[in-house]
């Protein structure tokens, strides 16, 4: 598992990298423009050949692009689509310029639109998105269950790449507070084994391609969407080296969005302590099965 964390990308693309490493990164995660507003950032090739220069340099194996949380794919608003469907273009074609491992995307809400249309709309936009771009994939976030949003459900899930056209540039990030916060209790080894259960039945075993490692301040089943530092939530330290250590997360980049002892993001401490129960969760693995 390449642990790493969400970096900021202020002061330019290949500073993201930098401050990965500062912090023990092997795998990081950056927005490709500002998640608040539309207007996307003019990157330059130079901005491109610094970065994949500096990535060369690094120990840091995996780059994921986060997309921004203003795009919904399900709406049928003609104005937000297009806006939504720009926006993703943008995410991927900076993904195929700085050789991203894939674009993490929340599909959106479908408001009080009926599921299975929604559903359609949003693999429609998407496949349009990928026709634009090259080669890099579209990582489907698992969520919450936040009001109507899409996509906590690997059916769901299933659906949207299905309407995406089912192709192999379709993938899943799976998030540990969001799954937690959908009902899956990934601090146990029967919840984890559970989950993989569904999301093989839904989507096949390939599709898996990045992870968010996030405690939950909020409780099982909850369907809010509210990151604690590892260790610190409802997950704590023995649930996450349980979810850290699960082999079939093997070799995936897996980054963390918690808010780290300053609010701004996880520091080298943080970052320590997942491998650490990295390690731990190896360890107890071994003993359980001799
Ligand atoms: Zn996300
Ligand atoms: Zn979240």
Excluded at 223 to 233: F, L, S, V, W
């Amino acid at each position: 598992m390449l642990i790493g964390a969400h970096v900021s990308t202020s002061g330019g693309l290949a500073k993201a990298v930098s401050r990965g490493e500062e912090i023990g990164c092997r795998s990081i995660q950056i927005f490709n423009q500002s998640p608040r507003a539309w207007r996307p950032t003019a990157f330059t090739d130079e901005d491109f050949a610094a970065f994949r220069e500096a990535m060369r340099e690094s120990t840091i194996e995996s780059v994921i692009i986060h997309a921004i949380y203003l795009i919904n794919t399900a709406t049928p608003d003609r104005d937000l689509a297009r806006k939504s469907r720009e926006s993703l273009i943008h995410a991927l074609r900076v993904g195929d310029a700085i050789g991203a491992d894939g674009v993490v995307l929340h599909p959106g809400s479908r408001k009080q639109e009926e599921v299975v249309p929604a559903i359609v709309r949003s693999g429609a936009l998407i496949r349009e998105a990928l026709s634009e771009s090259e080669r890099c994939p579209v990582l489907i976030e698992q969520m919450a269950g936040h009001a109507n949003i899409l996509a906590h459900t690997f059916e769901e899930i299933a659906g949207i790449i299905e309407a995406a056209g089912g192709g192999k540039r379709l993938g899943l990030c799976l998030d540990s507070c969001h799954l937690y916060a959908a009902g899956y209790d990934i601090g146990s080894y029967d919840g984890i084994d559970r989950m993989l259960e569904d999301s093989d039945r839904a989507l096949g075993k390939r599709r898996l391609r990045a992870l968010h490692l996030n405690d939950s301040k909020e409780p099982l089943g909850s369907r809010r969407d509210r990151h604690a530092d590892i260790g610190q939530g409802e997950v704590g330290e023995t649930g996450m080296a349980r979810f850290l250590s699960e082999p079939r997360f093997d070799g995936l980049p897996a980054t963390m969005e918690t808010p780290g002892p300053e609010r701004k993001g996880p520091v080298a401490a943080d970052l320590d302590l997942a491998n650490r129960l990295r390690r731990r969760g190896q360890s107890a693995r071994r003993r359980r099965k001799s």
